[in-house]
Nanobody
Framework: QVQLVESGGGLVQAGGSLRLSCAASGSIFKINVMGWYRRAPGKQREMVASITSGGTTNYADSVQDRFTISRDNAKSMLYLQMNSLKPEDTAVYYC?????????????????WGQGTQVTVSS
């Protein structure tokens, strides 16, 4: 089964740091763009950061200079280092990836989501 599993969320005080991890597993042939998204209570899901297989990154303005996205292609891992956290960063964070993988016995390209990990920043 092809899946993404996030870890590293938790409760932290404002100004603190957390590091999220996302592990991709299953019969994956290739992972293209990977990204982190978040959904805060009562708000729409938004893109936080993304990274291509070659390492090109893109950030939401709200997290620029505070968050750093990275990936380890050999281990099929995605990371998000979050520094100087603010209460408004409180949300469920989701890992996302465009993969080429075997699903139902067929090699195909599709988009994959993790189950999410809660990040809570107290003031």
């Amino acid at each position: 089964q092809v899946q993404l599993v996030e870890s590293g969320g938790g409760l932290v005080q404002a100004g603190g740091s957390l590091r999220l991890s996302c592990a991709a597993s299953g019969s994956i042939f290739k992972i293209n763009v990977m990204g982190w998204y978040r959904r805060a209570p009562g708000k729409q899901r938004e893109m936080v950061a993304s990274i291509t297989s070659g390492g090109t990154t893109n950030y939401a303005d709200s997290v620029q200079d505070r968050f750093t996205i990275s990936r380890d292609n050999a281990k099929s891992m995605l990371y998000l280092q979050m520094n100087s956290l603010k209460p408004e960063d409180t949300a469920v964070y989701y890992c996302n990836a465009d993969v080429v993988a075997v699903r139902s016995g067929t090699l195909s390209a599709f988009n994959l989501w993790g189950q999410g990990t809660q990040v809570t920043v107290s003031s």
